[in-house]
């Protein structure tokens, strides 16, 4: 009997990469993997560090390229990928699994909130969803917060003694990117996840100070929580070279953070992973030398 085979558009991102390397790792008798990306370039670097998955070539602008990319394909994992245009790719995405007529169920990539539709990131994830509840195929979709490796964009800042946040006092519950990888792979490789909307968090809820005190402890350096104004993250943000409407969009999501609406850590990941999910101290532990 022949192997399901797997796509994952967005392959050469975090979670991408994350996923094809739990499934490569974990599932590897138990699919064909294939990496949806945009270049001949990312092409070769996923098969150099993957060298038994499949890749295929793709451009979420050009419907006319996925064809291919879905013969015979069984299941997708569509991550939509940092473009103001998501709401497109997904459609895009979602169209050629229907026209595949191989496909079977798609896993989407969306962010915790989705539902509510209240700030520009939700807006766009929930676009996607929507449409593919309304595509006739079989869904599930994966709704993940703010991730523990984003803090690298903020490295600088605790190398030189303070984690400029602009969260105020508000908490939420960082979330580990291998851990969600690991809970795609899971939900790619079986079944009974169809019609659901899992929301992952991480383990447990931290405010900026508790966040700085982490990186104090590990480092052993002191690191102190500032929580800069919205014109000043909106334009530090705009220098390291965010597109506007990027920044604007976190800037919204930092918003939500401080007000404390996403202060909520829910249980659909652990269960999903089948272990405790990875601490914010134990992503710094592991990543210490990032931040010193």
């Known amino acids: 009997m022949s192997l399901p085979v797997l796509l994952i558009i967005g392959a050469a991102g975090n979670n991408g990469l994350a996923t094809i390397k739990a499934l490569s790792e974990q599932h590897s008798d138990e699919a064909i993997i294939r990496a949806g990306v945009r270049s001949e370039e990312k ?19 050009k419907p006319e390229t996925l064809k291919a990319t879905f013969a015979g394909v069984t299941k997708l994992f569509m991550i939509p990928g940092n473009v103001e245009n998501r709401e497109q790719h997904a459609k895009n995405a979602i169209d050629a699994a229907v026209e595949s007529g191989s496909v079977e169920h798609v896993l989407f990539y969306s962010v915790v909130g989705a539902e509510y539709e209240a700030i520009l990131f939700a807006r766009q994830f929930r676009y996607g969803e929507k449409y593919l509840e309304a595509s006739g195929l079989k869904w599930t979709h994966l709704r993940t917060i703010f991730f523990q490796e984003n803090f690298v964009g903020w490295a600088e800042g ?40 899992y929301n992952v968090t991480g383990p447990a809820l931290l405010n900026g100070t508790d966040m700085a005190q982490i990186f104090s402890d590990v480092t052993g350096k002191e690191v102190s929580f500032v929580s800069p104004d919205e014109a000043t993250t909106l334009s530090s943000l705009l220098d390291s070279g965010w597109p506007e409407w990027q920044a604007k969009g976190l800037l919204e999501l930092f918003e939500v953070f401080a007000s404390n609406q996403a202060a909520v850590v829910t249980p659909d990941g652990e269960q999903l992973l089948g272990r405790p999910l990875t601490s914010m101290r134990g992503y710094v532990e592991s990543n210490r030398m990032a931040f010193q």
């Not at 092409?43 to 602008?61: G, R």
């Not at 190398?159 to 990888?181: C, H, M, T, W």
């Not at 690991?182 to 790619?188: D, M, P, S, T, V």
């Open 43 to 61: 092409a070769l670097a996923l098969k150099t560090q993957f060298p038994a998955i499949e890749t295929a070539i793709l451009d979420l602008d």
């Open 158 to 197: 605790i190398k030189q003694g303070a984690l400029y946040f602009g969260i105020r006092e508000g908490q939420f519950a960082p979330l580990n990117v291998s851990d969600i990888g690991q809970i795609a792979a899971n939900i790619l490789t079986s079944d009974g996840h169809e019609g659901k909307a």
